[in-house]
């Protein structure tokens, strides 16, 4: 999600609700402790220089379990921090503590911001030798529609 959805997202709500992608709420008291922009300068593994840039949120559940924060206060949160520190419309990523610090990705489902798993991939395939996943094909099955069927008029 870029930052304009989040904003966007903000104001249609009452409560603010964080959930993992498993459905694990996010504690009701969480704090956003900190909204800032994070840049990646970096080189892939084909020798590559590439950049990357997001805006972060922090979320910290602490031992103040009278704490909630109003969808509103995040809201304003994010215009001063936009005034502040010249945030742009970037994709948000999310930092939350579980067994470890985790990043996650963010997506809206109308009541809840769900943190969405990420995973590591190689930018570099074609230039440090891993080979893409090719489909596996079972010999003696019939093609799919969509290949070369009689009067498919692929052949």
């Not at 959930?19 to 800032?36: I, K, N, Q, Y």
């Not at 590591?120 to 230039?127: N, V």
């Amino acid at each position: 999600m870029k930052l304009s959805q989040v904003k966007e997202a903000l104001k249609g709500l009452n409560e603010l609700t964080f959930l993992l992608e498993d459905g694990t709420r996010v504690p009701a008291h969480f704090h956003v402790t900190e909204v800032g922009s994070v840049k990646r300068h970096f080189i892939d593994c084909g020798g590559t220089i590439r950049t990357d840039e997001a805006v972060n949120f922090q979320l910290w559940s602490a031992t103040d379990h009278d704490h909630r924060l109003a969808a509103r206060k995040l809201l304003n949160i994010i215009e001063l921090s936009e005034e502040k520190l010249g945030l742009t419309d970037q994709e948000v990523e999310v930092e939350y503590q579980t067994s470890t610090i985790g990043t996650y990705k963010l997506k809206f489902d109308g009541n809840a911001f769900i943190l969405t798993n990420l995973q590591t991939d190689c930018l570099a395939k074609d230039k440090c030798g891993v080979a893409e996943k090719k489909p596996k094909v079972v010999i003696g099955q019939p093609a799919q529609a969509s290949c070369c069927t009689p009067g498919g008029g692929c052949c």
